[in-house]
Every structure is written in structure tokens, then in C-alpha cells.
T-cell receptor, first 111, second 112 residues
């Protein structure tokens, strides 16, 4: 089944403790993105990648890091999480101008 | 002015009604237009995808793009309670990174 898999689905952590949210796609898509979704603010892009070793900032990149060492994987790293990064995170992938396939989401709470 | 405007709703309709969801945009470079459906606690799923102006129909769903007015619509015929979800419009330019700009979503409630 074609899908984007992100883990974990739920995560509660403490301020400052580094964490990684993994994302993997099995569709050989070139483009991958990370979004956060907050009530009233909609989907906001954090980082995106157009191919292996090619990443670029989205609208809200502060406090996040990404890497794209393999085509299928695009992990999101929070080096020092803060409470304002509490949010619902989505990984997504697509090919060219096509629409995104989204993962199921990761609900992160930073206390 | 935001690049993509979408009324958040909620829009509440009776089962069987025709639903009209809309977005307006300001960037004339947008060429690809999409509608996503998002159920509560789930990721958005691509519902309709169109290029440039015109209509596209898929079952009970019709997507309409009017580039001259910078206005896109999604029509749902014979709406069902299972259509209750948030609907997000998205659009992207041709070429470059094709990064879409999303609307904030409209919450739709179809009551039996």
C-alpha cells in the first residue's frame, strides 16, 4: 500500500530534550515536506526537500532541523523542544506538481 | 491579505443537501488547484486535483476553477454524514518547487 509512515503517533516530552520524528514513504516521491497544524492557523510548512541532500526552509523553520540522506526518509529533529512547539505534525510526499500524500500525524506535547 | 482565503465555518447542512465550499486567492501564478479532506485526528487526503481553469467531476464531487476571478469551488452533491470533515483548498504555481499554499480549511457538518 502506498503510504507515508511517521512515528511516533503521540509524544509527550520535556522542554530541552532532543527528539526525532521519523517519516518514511514507499512511493519513490521526490518531494517531501513537514507541516505543523495548529487551531486557527491551518497547515504551516516547516521544511521541505526536493530530493536527496536538497532541503529548504518553509514558513516556520525556527527550532527544527531536517535531513534527507535517502529518498524515502525525511526525519524531523527538534534539538531543544519548547512548549510553543506543541502541535500536530504531518509529514507528506509528492511527485512533481501532484498533490501530497500525508502521513497520519504526530501529536507532540512539550511540557 | 493572505494568499489563500477560506471561510473556516462551520458549515452545517442536512443530509442530501448540495454543499458549496470556496476559496479565493491573490497569486495569479497559481496553476494547480487541489482539495483535501481531513477527518478529525487524521492526515489530510487528496480529494480533487485540477490544472488551470475548468471543471472536474468525480462521483458526487465537482471541483471548479475560475482563474479570471481567482476563485475555486468544491461542490458535494447528495451530502452524507460521512462527508463531515474539514476541507482544505490548496494551490501551487507551475514550475519550481510546486510548493502548495493551503487555505485554513472549512469545517463541514452534515447532520442526518
Amino acid at each position: 500500500e502506498a503510504q507515508v509512515t511517521q512515528n511516533p503517533r503521540y509524544l509527550i516530552t520535556v522542554t530541552g530534550k532532543k527528539l526525532t520524528v521519523t517519516c518514511s514513504q514507499n512511493m519513490n516521491h521526490e518531494y517531501m515536506s513537514w507541516y505543523r497544524q495548529d487551531p486557527g492557523l491551518g497547515l504551516r510548512q516547516i521544511y521541505y526537500s526536493m530530493n536527496v541532500e536538497v532541503t529548504d526552509k518553509g514558513d516556520v523553520p525556527e527550532g527544527y532541523k531536517v535531513s534527507r540522506k535517502e529518498k524515502r526518509n525525511f526525519p524531523l529533529i527538534l534539538e531543544s523542544p519548547s512548549p510553543n512547539q506543541t502541535s500536530l505534525y504531518f509529514c507528506a510526499s509528492k511527485q512533481g506538481p501532484g498533490g501530497y500524500t500525508f502521513g497520519s500525524g504526530t501529536r507532540l506535547t512539550v511540557v | 491579505q493572505k494568499e489563500v482565503e477560506q471561510d473556516p465555518g462551520p458549515l452545517s447542512v442536512p443530509e442530501g443537501a448540495i454543499v458549496s465550499l470556496n476559496c479565493t486567492y491573490s497569486n495569479s501564478a497559481f496553476q494547480y488547484f487541489m482539495w483535501y479532506r481531513q477527518y478529525s485526528r487524521k492526515g489530510p487526503e487528496l480529494l480533487m486535483y485540477t490544472y488551470s481553469s475548468g471543471n472536474k467531476e468525480d462521483g458526487r464531487f465537482t471541483a471548479q476553477v475560475d482563474k479570471s476571478s481567482k476563485y475555486i469551488s468544491l461542490f458535494i452533491r447528495d451530502s452524507q454524514p460521512s462527508d463531515s470533515a474539514t476541507y482544505l483548498c490548496a494551490m501551487s504555481p507551475s514550475g519550481g518547487s510546486y510548493i502548495p499554499t493551503f487555505g485554513r480549511g472549512t469545517s463541514l457538518i452534515v447532520h442526518p
